[in-house]
């Protein structure tokens, strides 16, 4: 073994809050559990403030800070850019750096818009053709469980997809006094519920069972329309380090928790009911929702088919669900798979079975998966082809929501 | 104790397959744990088959058995006609039966269309002046953890409804050469998986939440469209007996299993998606399938409001999960109380702590309300007004399936 | 089908309180759902005030009551004994009952001692020969789940049995305030927790693993001392309705909680902890609480084989969990089977899949056992030989526990 | 912040298996989430092989490797000796180590015998008056919802203990099959299942109660004698680098596995079952085995008291169940915590609540509390006066289980 030998990607990661915190755990840890064909190298992280963003590099291992994006990706010891930032300006710097010859990962949800996405995309279709890739950070396909549940449908365990029901809960905004953030702001967030967490059952729903969505009904919803405002600089400090992925009171939160009598108005949605169909025809039913009261980050997931199920809660991360229709009835079941033995997917790196891995550990294979995609020089899924259809199927639930619930159909005709 | 002196209420039932079974057990239990007021006295069990009903009776523990209903409502000894056949039937024998100045119990889906609901409404609103008493069988309304669940949400412990989610899911129909039956048929059983389910998770919906709903949108979807045929006298003998709930193979499932070539349509829905809104504006999420392979009888339904949630499934139904969050967060979480206690609904009358009870117990609790009720001279719930929103709610799932999924409203303006 | 020309079995009831309510609903069920070769008639309850008797008996379903059990014993019209008195009666009225020539089912545990048990048994070897069958109560044997687990450990399905692990937790002495019952007696109950549930757990262990208890190590402790006393009349009405089985605050709690000062001692245990080996040599390890806050009436008991594992919990009773260590890892886990499916035992008679079944289920089902033995002419298990080597391995435990845990053998020589 | 500022700990780690990689991950990692006083720098690691060590180094992240412990002993850049070989090296290198004023941190079990664990704690206790601080690395102490319960005992809300009841069950023996490895040898490891796995529920027993073990009755047994012999270069390879915890076929596995047809004894105990007293003397009962097929990492924990109890499985791992026996009947029952909350233990420095941690990170946080006792100048517990006392305990289930589980009390009178 001769590490040092290997070829080595250099990283930049643009923005340094929750999203910031556990990319850069994944970039420290990946190496040293997963034979890795390039050696990543996390050379500097890029904030907006200064000061700020020193601290972080130090705090997170990255050998500089910076505040200018657009001058990191001049760099010619940076390889690849890492985008934590808030989902308005991931077209940006997206479309920056992969013009700028990087490869790019960016956190869910890819953008604000399908607009935004397709930018995002024809600019990875052009980098493409210049061997840069380009990935969304849809971390949940990397947990163990949820990467056996695809293999076993794929490799027809299940039959023929018949439905597919999916949850999102978290229970953050149950507390109406809670106050607002740049999560709770359609210019900043894009979506509320939908777009954050509702935007990971969509993708797990077609990486699950490697359908697209054909159309679907939806049903936005927003509980407390009116929170207590924080403080004008504390809601400019969420500032570009914003990070993803359902957070309660996350770093943002306590800073912007100073209290003022003023209130304004949420502009996102807080649930998000979808009914759906696959391109197959398949049912399919979704909800997101921040004020499910005791479910913390239930994620979970259920693909009934023709021969089988499969079901997940990833506040049982470890753990898939497994039912096999063709056994006798008498001793059918689902059976708790323990997705913890060599056997499972990535585990081969991990502790022996049932020492269970943890939230950040789909990051750390995010990172594998996205480093050896490089060096075999193809796209690792999901795609930003992948994501754009993520944002066709958001635009089009907030269509059908704004339409009496009307029949909205998507169609990836654009796609390449 | 002169229990012999109390008022005898003397008992017809009509129709004699699953469902009349476990009436059966719940009229020759009820008096045997509860003090009620009036004596059940099971005279009469009336089936199309003399011979058939005849054994059935003996069986079953009724005194006697007819073949012809109508006859039966001109007995003097008989005050209740407990009727257990499928839905296509039952307008006409409730309406002649409150005509008659009979009680009325009626399973449920109460009809097959709005417009017998309403007629039946009608009759048990002219019925009642006379102090004659109707109820539909919704009896998951009489599971203790579900009646725990109800109190609670009445009494404020979850604060204001926010939300509702919910699912019934059976597998019974996931293999797709299982035949048809009547529950296939649509003029028969009027729906499919949303009649029979569904209808059980709306109600339940309106039970909890002490609310109506004011509007869906719905997805209906059949999955096996084709299924084999069943002899033909085999599908007759399904007969009057019919029965209601998910069933699998039940009594004439096996009967009509004999094998020919030929396959027919089905004609109802498999699986129903609903997004809806309570009175309250609140978002509700319902799906009912009969092929989530794996669950056998999942009735699940959590509610989530503005100071807590409860959360129930009946594959585990001597629980609920209730979460109080007003408790401090270092010791929040979904206590799972075991309905088992004497402090618990019903529970004073059976068992020690634990020692759980099944299925059929909620029918022996649907007896006793509804002894209860016609003792003191007014009608349980459900009344048949409540059973006409659940028709309402289903039929506008109907309309809104075949009308691209539009928002359909519920009006309840005709409701007495 | 001619139901009235099943020969009749007539059954006499002695004791009342809990188990003879269970008892009873038992009776009146058990040919409703299954078909038995002889049919049960409740002839006559007993017990010993004639008032209260009286009442039970109609409330119970009997025909008639009394209150001297010697006399029961010469009706021509009574071929059968139901004991469900305290144990201290047991070995009196079974033996009495035996040498009359009726059948005896005799609540668990079955006697006090060693002593009452051979007597017992050597009275039911006596009846054997002339065609009279003895059977005691462990109606968790009955429960489909732990059915089925037996059931596969006999098919080899788990290979070789090498562990049971067991526990029986219950809470109702949890509150140091509860009053001293007759159950907290030594005189009257003969043991507390381990003779109880203890019981149970140990019985189990045999009939799932087809073994006997070779040898055990015993702890036994009293948790709370001194209890309050209730008042001394209403001690004396625990009477001979004494019933059996865990119960919390049961019937006779209530009557027992007038208050006094005075506190007397508990003279059994409140909890029992046990290791042992079986036949085969395998290691065994229980527990039995009254003490452990949260459990209702967790029965739980795993078996570990050389090829796979069964587990259960009676807190989920309608559920067995399977493991198969012959399946691929990849896919191997504990496997959830709802034994509630017409190929589970006992299943044919009742609902469809997933509409579970209760506590009092099991006590149908050894009714339903007990008769077709009877009429098989063989006796049904548990036998009396079966209730005397857990009477042995209960007195074992307790020498053993006041010899230091010294490991005391069991011998069963005196078997027939 | 200045985190360059900061003292440094100078660490060198001896041995890199399974728990060399493991504590790898937590060195690496506690100063990226915590704010530790003192910043551990990964000086050396050591290994038996050269080049497997250096390797090793790289793959870790230690700066360099290294094979002679004792000259590492020597250096004046390292401040503390991370222990992870073998338990029959622990005594000496321990000793070593403090008398050459290092601090040290070693892995469960302490020690193979009593002898060698006095001996440590002999030479922790001279060390710590030179401000030399010592620990053992019972690290499920540091998981959240462990560390949780500890504090909810502590502050009274279980009230006074009185039983603990506790698993710790493991299936990778399971396979008769499985080669020998060191693991099963006692001149290597120690003890079998009692050591390895059961010394951790005996850990967390006082850990929990905040007491000791007064005396215990023990049953060890050995369930598969023989195995089949790995090749002897592949046993060898063993080596220094042996690790520690319930491994199912991990590195040292793998190597061994070639085949040869010689089978060898186990030496070891592949199950350990344990009734016990604490001081208070409160009853105690545990299992520890490797042959529980299905149970994976099944560490499970159950404290009952006079007002409530605390449960865990460490197959769930973020969740903590709480009964609080003083709320009403209808509302109680076991709470599940997710402790993944702020305010749960070590919480702060992670994810959004929901968001759960796995194994490691129990390790993360033995090195926080670690760093935060030596900058404070105190033992973190478990010192090695903790770890002493379970070699005690260890030692008397040995001794109880040769000597016909004969009780065995076990006197700390040399504590100092």
New interface residues.
């Given amino acids: 073994?001769a590490?040092?030998e290997k070829p080595r990607l250099g990283v930049a990661m643009i923005g340094h809050a929750?999203m910031g915190?556990?990319h850069?755990?994944a970039w420290?840890?990946a190496s040293?559990?997963f034979d890795l064909p390039m050696e990543p190298q996390m050379r500097v992280l890029v904030g907006r403030d200064a000061q700020r963003s020193k601290?972080a590099a130090?705090?997170?291992?990255w050998v500089e800070s910076a505040t200018d994006w657009r001058r990191v990706l001049e760099r010619k010891d940076v390889d690849l850019i890492d985008i934590c930032t808030p989902g308005d300006t991931h077209a940006e710097i997206a479309a920056a750096a992969l013009e700028a010859g990087k490869h790019v990962l960016v956190e869910k949800p890819m953008a604000n818009s399908v607009a935004e996405a397709q930018r995002m995309n024809d600019a990875a279709h052009r980098a493409r053709a210049q061997g840069i890739h380009a990935m969304v950070g849809f971390t949940y396909r990397r947990v163990p469980a949820l990467k056996?549940a695809q293999e076993?449908i794929a490799e027809g365990r299940?039959g023929e997809v018949?439905?597919v029901?999916a949850?999102y809960l978290?229970?953050?905004l149950?507390?109406?006094t809670a106050p607002l953030s740049w999560r709770l702001d359609k210019a900043r967030a894009g979506s509320g519920a939908l777009g954050d967490i509702g935007a990971h059952i969509v993708d797990l729903t077609c990486f699950l069972t490697g359908q697209r969505f054909a159309g679907v009904?939806g049903?936005l919803?927003t509980?407390v329309a009116e929170r207590p405002v924080a403080a004008a600089a504390a809601v400019a400090a969420g500032g570009i380090g914003g990070g993803s992925?359902?957070?309660?009171?996350?770093p943002g939160a306590s800073a912007e928790a100073s209290g003022t009598a003023a209130t304004g108005p949420v502009t996102v949605d807080d649930?998000a009911?979808?009914?759906a169909r696959l391109s197959s025809g398949a049912?399919v039913?979704l909800?997101a929702?921040r004020?499910?009261?005791?479910?913390?980050?239930?994620l979970r997931i259920?693909v009934?088919?023709?021969?089988?199920?499969v079901?997940f809660d990833?506040?049982?991360?470890?753990v898939l669900?497994?039912?096999?229709?063709t056994q006798?009835?008498?001793?059918?079941?689902?059976?708790?798979?323990?997705a913890?033995?060599?056997?499972?997917p990535y585990l081969e790196a991990w502790?022996?079975?049932?020492?269970?891995?943890?939230?950040?550990?789909g990051f750390t294979h995010q990172v594998v998966d996205l480093v050896r995609g490089i060096a075999a020089g193809k796209d690792p899924r999901p795609s930003f082809e992948d994501g754009l259809h993520v944002q066709r199927v958001l635009e089009a639930v907030e269509r059908?929501s704004g339409a009496?619930?009307?029949?909205t159909e998507i169609h990836d005709h654009e796609r390449r």
């Fill in positions: 073994m590490e040092l929750f915190r556990v850069s755990q420290r840890s040293r559990f601290q130090q705090r997170l291992g056996l076993l299940i018949r439905q029901r949850q978290q229970d953050w149950g507390d109406e009904s049903m919803d509980i992925g359902g957070l309660r009171g996350g649930a009911l979808v009914t049912p039913i909800e929702s004020f499910a009261w005791g479910r913390k980050n239930a259920e009934s088919g023709s021969r089988g199920a079901s990833f506040e049982d991360m470890n669900h497994y039912y096999d229709a006798p009835a008498r001793t059918a079941g689902f059976t708790r798979i323990m913890t033995e060599p056997e499972h502790w022996p079975a049932g020492h269970g891995l943890g939230y950040e550990h059908s009496a619930h009307q029949w």
